[in-house]
Structures are given as structure tokens and as C-alpha cells.
């Protein structure tokens, strides 16, 4: 392929790229008592989790 094609398809794919949408939580659409959720965990958190599973109870 010629290189202008070459750029013409790469700037398309950029633009279909950023035309992608993230899914969304559609949860709190069927019902209104469910607190709302972080989705992003703070590294401290995740630490902690990781140790309790490792931890025989």
C-alpha cells in the first residue's frame, strides 16, 4: 500500500478508536438501593485484600 493510504487508514482507526464508549454499570438502573461503586480501589486496599486471602482462617 502506498504510504498516504497507510496514514489515511491509521487516522481512521484513531477516530473509530475514540469514538468507543466505556460500557456502563447499568446496575443502579434496576435498582435504586445499590450503593454506588468505586471503580477504582486505592493500592493500600487491594494490598490488604491480597494478604487476607493468603491468611488461613
Known amino acids: ?3 498516504r493510504e497507510d496514514a489515511m487508514i491509521a487516522k481512521l482507526v ?7 464508549a466505556a460500557p456502563k454499570d447499568r446496575s443502579r438502573q434496576y435498582d435504586d438501593t445499590l450503593k454506588i461503586r468505586a471503580s477504582d480501589e486505592d493500592p493500600q ?4 485484600f491480597k494478604e487476607m486471602r493468603r491468611r488461613e482462617f
Open 1 to 3: 500500500m502506498p504510504k
Open 14 to 20: 484513531k477516530q473509530a478508536a475514540a469514538k468507543v
Open 45 to 48: 486496599t487491594k494490598k490488604m
